[in-house]
């Protein structure tokens, strides 16, 4: 064989195996946005921000997950009323979202054993004497 042979064959194969890659990924499920409005909610990304900066100037942790009874512990004062989300990355039909007005004292528990095993980000936003805070953890079951 010689070199034109030799170049020729590398150069086919090259482009066989690119255009492989390019099918392959083409045909694959399951890519999305993580979010419907992506684009809107990175535009509002600001107010995130300022909600997380309010969060950190409090005194106290909010949102913990005790991971030996797969539960979470919300702090949260007489009045809050919020929003739980528990977003799962990899299969947005597993994403659940439950609405908070706390009326008690104490801390709130929610069980979290009927989540699917995996990686979780836990999302809490709220609203406690007129001020916006928000939290996120990410979890492993």
Do not use: C
């Amino acid at each position: 064989m010689n070199w034109g042979k030799g170049i020729l064959l590398s150069i086919i194969a090259f482009v066989g195996i690119i255009l492989t890659m390019v099918v392959i990924s083409v045909r694959m499920e399951g890519i999305e946005l993580v979010t419907e409005n992506y684009y809107e909610q990175e535009i509002k990304y600001q107010d995130q921000i300022d909600k997380q900066m309010s969060t950190l100037a409090l005194d106290r942790e909010v949102l913990v997950f005790d991971a030996s009874n797969k539960t979470l512990v919300l702090d949260l004062p007489i009045g809050a009323k919020g929003k739980l989300n528990f977003f799962r990355p990899s299969d947005e039909k597993l994403d659940q979202e439950f609405l908070l007005n706390i009326m008690e004292e104490k801390n709130k528990t929610i069980p979290v054993h009927s989540l699917k095993e995996g990686y979780w980000k836990v999302q809490l936003s709220w609203t406690e004497n007129g001020t916006s805070y928000y939290q996120e953890k990410k979890i492993n079951l």
